[in-house]
């Protein structure tokens, strides 16, 4: 049978389903009983327990509590637990993320835990290692669990949070309201709370920092999709001056090591914005939890230590909990637990299924009369018409050579700037090609991808025998002109790894990196 969990990979929080998550917190507070009871039968289903069982963990950004809670849960496992060296290994001779990985999974080697300054670097090996582990006959292929990728995302720190939350609500998953406070702009662990609090059936979400900070609005935007209350504030003392204040603060720390001069100039006043006072106590809620991912920085700490005794206190329970939560994550990515999990009826579903090529009925392409200017001077061959309707006239003239390129449509025939028939001010572009007879699904598609809004025509003998209308396509990929434009991603081709671009469409329309997740206009994607 089919194991739901086994060889499967984190990158982002949405890999686990809101379903499968609840199923973890409900091990994790199972095992956080056995713990606390001792029960030693208990603890020993939930062992891996074997010696042979191998885990890497690879550091490339400095680390405390995930790389030691990741440590301690690997030895309760008692597996074979390994370090790379990172500054001493071949990543300093330019070895590639797949080169490397490729190579420990070859050492027998099943769950390997990476933090990084590149985003995407899970995503990408899951599909490289995948592939490695087909050519060499591995015999499962490895998981790869994202302990931090730059400014994306953090998804075992989004399940302890989330795993910390509902134990502070009675285990109730109906209603969650929080503040978030700090660096949302290049804080991870708050970024991961986009899609991670739909493990919360309602969701009120106040954002408290200084603009230079705010969380940037492609995750505003998710929380909003998932329809979550959103609403900002520029400080706590902003905050604190309206009446509906949440019982649950997560602070963050301003990463200084991520940020520009431009914003460390005014660092002492960006902080003074998001650090908790000793005026601010009486305005807090009884029962109100603060929590913190840690570390806090022993000079400046947001929460400062005076409340460290205080009822407010939720930040070291939620750190243990660190633990136990990756316990639990290595037990069912190993097979080891998992089994019993139940998957439900429904599915969340990514992406959109759609038709993006529109075949217009040919009895009525046939018969046209107002043929388009461009569809005129050939009697056999292809036309796209309507090319960049609505740019200006250079931009249009940029977009047909990029087409052509693209689709290789180089040969006999004409690129020209055209005005539409119903409005004299907007222009197109139109392609033809009078030796091409046909055009098959796949050139289509691509064309759908870097032409959206054109029409192709194929004519013969003076009639248009097929017409399509290509639209927006669900996902974009394949193509070598293609590259997600953030200098951080994995994919982006300045790092040399080798990666595809691979975007995918948002109700919005955006393209989203499958790596990174930065999102991106439709041109920008192209080079
Ligand atoms: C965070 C991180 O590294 O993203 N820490 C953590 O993993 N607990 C937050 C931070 O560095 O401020």
Redesign the pocket.
Known sequence: MRHEFKGRSLSVINDLSIAERRYLFAKTRELKEAIAGRDEKKLAEFRIDDPDFGIYEVFL??????RESFKNAAKFHRVKLSSLSTDSSSFNKGESYADTFNTLAGYDNSIFII?SKLEGVCRWLEEAAAGYAQRNGLPGRPSFIN??DGKHE?PT?ELLDEFTFLEDNDWSSDHLHIALAG?LFH???VHSKAHGLTVFDSVKVDLIAPPELAMPTYYTEIMKGHGFEVREFSSIEEYLAQDAIADKWYF??P?LERMGDRILQRQEELRESITFAQRFLPLIPEHTRFYH???RHKGHPVIPTFLDTTSLNGWERQ?SN?MLVRIVLLGLFSGRIGEDYIIPEVQEERGEKEDFIERVPSSSSGQERHYSEGVHPISDGIVIDHIGKGDTTGEIRNHMATITRVLGLHGKGGDWVSTSNKDPDTFKGIIFRPDMKEFDRTSLKRLAAIAPGSTLNIIAHGQVLEKYRLHLPPKIYNFTDLSCKNPNCISNPIHHEQVPAFFWKTPSGAFVCEYCGKDHTFKEIWN
């Open positions: 950004e400095d680390s405390t509590r995930t933090r302990a931090g953090h720190q660096d804080g991870r662990t963050t720390r990463q991912p840690l570390p750190s660190g």
